[in-house]
């Protein structure tokens, strides 16, 4: 049975799967928030339960929730003794969007910018890299006919054609990830640089 902690972005989530099977699940769209959220949210999901492992999604997303679920599987595996691994909140929203060929997602990114990225199946696995893009520049860059994410509906509004499919990471989904997948070191995947520059 593994915990799954997601926080990357406006939701969170927690799931406890067993290889490709969801046992249980909470998900809510908190925004803010997910420091005070969170904890209570997976006492509340194992209900005196301990897990074998630890899966988290290590971003891209908003610098703080991303830091907030990596730093709580952190303090969880040093507690249980269990092992870590991360995915990618890319990944997890293409897979949840299902088969059909080609797909890109496009989310929110701060500063105007949206985090993009293409996966193609069988297996689902990247086809290009993750990319922080105005939408301008992602619509064209991305050539998928479907794209996933809170962004989706901007990048295809900027592109004018193709269809959106408006969607945020959720735990659960991590278990319809390939291995390769949601096997990665749990260490942030921020998508672009940090916003505060060092003074000369």
Do not use: N
Request: overall charge neutral; some cysteine.
């Amino acid at each position: 049975m593994i915990l799954v902690i997601e926080t990357a972005t406006a939701a969170c989530s927690a799931a406890l799967i067993d290889g490709g099977t969801l046992l249980d699940e909470r998900h809510e769209i908190v925004g803010r928030g997910h420091a005070e959220r969170l904890v209570p949210m997976i006492a509340e999901l194992l209900a005196g339960r301990r897990p074998d492992g630890l899966l988290v999604d290590c971003g891209p997303g908003s610098f703080t929730g991303v830091r907030v679920g990596l730093a709580a599987a952190q303090g969880l595996r040093i507690g249980w003794g269990v092992p870590l691994a991360g995915f990618s909140s890319m990944a997890a929203v293409a897979a949840a969007a299902g088969a059909g060929g080609e797909i890109a997602v496009a989310l929110h990114g701060g500063h105007g910018q949206l985090f993009v990225q293409t996966f193609g199946e069988e297996p689902m696995r990247p086809q290009d890299a993750l990319r922080s893009l105005s939408p301008a520049e992602a619509a064209a860059a991305i050539r998928a006919g479907r794209v996933a994410g809170s962004g989706a509906a901007e990048l295809i509004a900027a592109r004018g054609h193709g269809e959106a499919i408006d969607a945020l990471p959720r735990a659960a989904d991590a278990r319809l990830l390939p291995p390769a997948l949601r096997s990665l070191p749990p260490r942030p995947i921020y998508g672009r640089g940090p916003d505060a520059k060092p003074t000369l």
